[in-house]
Nanobody
Framework: QVQPVESGGNLVPVGGSHRLSCVAS????????VGWFRQAPGKEREGVSF????????YYSDSVKGRFTVSRDNAKNTVYLQMNSLKPEDTAVYYC????????????????????WGQGTQVTVAS
């Protein structure tokens, strides 16, 4: 099984914090770069965060920089997306995706750089 699985989606308050998980089974997630994407109704899918294989370099979109943090726990074969200071515009279906194509700071937001996608998990931010 090479498909990652997201979990942790929920209804969360404006200004609150929440953490999503991306779990791999049957392969070593640390061998893959992992991107987090989101899609709101009527909007295009956008890249929000990225962590590389190997050295664990991280990138963030301007809309979430300073609020979101991506990290790995290799013992649990898991990548996390910690989301702080949540806004209503963060409401979306969130996806994690894995890549063996070595995305860079210039290409990590391109969907075709990723081989396998999770099914997505809904995050709703409301007061």
């Amino acid at each position: 099984q090479v498909q990652p699985v997201e979990s942790g989606g929920n209804l969360v308050p404006v200004g609150g914090s929440h953490r999503l998980s991306c779990v791999a089974s049957g392969f070593t997630l640390d061998d893959y770069a992992v991107g987090w994407f989101r899609q709101a109704p009527g909007k295009e899918r956008e890249g929000v965060s990225f962590i590389s294989s190997g050295d664990g370099s991280t990138y963030y979109s301007d809309s979430v920089k300073g609020r979101f943090t991506v990290s790995r726990d290799n013992a649990k074969n898991t990548v996390y997306l910690q989301m702080n200071s949540l806004k209503p515009e963060d409401t979306a279906v969130y996806y994690c995706a894995t890549s063996l194509k070595k995305p860079t700071i210039h290409s990590w937001t391109y969907w075709y750089m990723y081989n396998y996608w999770g099914q997505g998990t809904q995050v709703t931010v409301a007061s």
